[in-house]
């Protein structure tokens, strides 16, 4: 596409249930990350994937963050038993190789209540 | 980790004023860029800038890498400029990780 897409847009969910946010990268960009935004700070990276496969998951915060990329294209970041410290805005991104050249999409805002 | 802070953390101009944001780092770096988040939410990219100095209409950033510092310029700013402007190091950690920086919220008003 011509831009990278994120749904949903917005996303309220009760403690302790499971959600799943999706990021659809632009055509043909090998190289996707997940990033989450906390109200009043700059982007903090979570996990990046070259092709199918995770190459960085060190900054997922525990075991209840998962993403998975199956087909090399849309990306998945799911979180299970979720908490009010999950509430942020989820930003996904990609590039064609990994090296610079970012798109970001618009983001899901998620409120945990 | 790396440090990266921004100042001012919150700037109001008057349509038409100029500003300078900076952006200070702890560590030497491969790569730095400027974001403008916009109040929808949306990065924008607007320089990739490892040194020296670029130019794109309004807007000018400068990299001293040596001094751990770069500088946005704003000229004769106009209320779509408002939003939150980041640097953002590019950690070369065998692909190009993102750590941001704290930001500057900038209002542009008419």
């Known amino acids: 596409g011509a831009g990278v897409s994120q749904t949903p847009s917005n996303k309220v969910t009760e403690k302790g249930k499971y959600v799943e946010l999706r990021c659809d990268p632009i055509?043909?960009?090998?190289?996707l990350y997940w990033y989450r935004q906390s109200l009043g700070q700059g982007p903090e990276f979570l996990i990046y994937?070259?092709?199918?496969?995770?190459?960085?998951d060190s900054g997922l915060p525990n075991d209840r963050f998962f993403a998975v990329r199956p087909e090399g294209s849309v990306s998945t970041l799911k979180i299970q038993r979720t908490e009010r410290g999950d509430s942020a805005v989820y930003l996904c991104?990609?590039?064609?190789?990994?090296?610079?050249?970012?798109?970001f999409g618009s983001g899901t805002r998620l409120t945990v209540v | 980790g790396i440090q990266v802070e921004q100042s001012p953390p919150d700037l109001i101009l008057q349509e038409g004023a100029n500003s300078t944001l900076r952006c200070n780092f702890s560590?030497?770096?491969?790569?730095l860029q400027w974001f403008h988040q916009n109040p929808w939410g949306q990065l924008i990219n607007l320089f990739y800038?490892?040194?020296g100095t670029k130019q794109n209409g309004r807007l000018s950033a400068t990299t001293v890498a040596t001094e751990r510092y770069s500088l946005l310029y704003i000229s004769s700013s106009q209320t779509t400029d408002s939003g939150v402007y980041f640097c953002?190091?590019?950690?070369?950690?065998?692909?190009?990780?993102?750590?941001f920086g704290t930001g500057t919220r900038l209002l542009v008003s008419p």
């Open positions: 055509s043909g960009h090998t190289a």
């Open positions: 991104a990609s590039s064609p190789t990994g090296a610079g050249g970012y798109t």
């Open positions: 953002a190091l590019l950690l070369n950690t065998g692909f190009q990780k993102l750590v």
């Open positions: 800038i490892p040194s």
């Open positions: 994937f070259q092709g199918t496969g995770a190459a960085d």
């Open positions: 560590d030497s770096v491969n790569n």
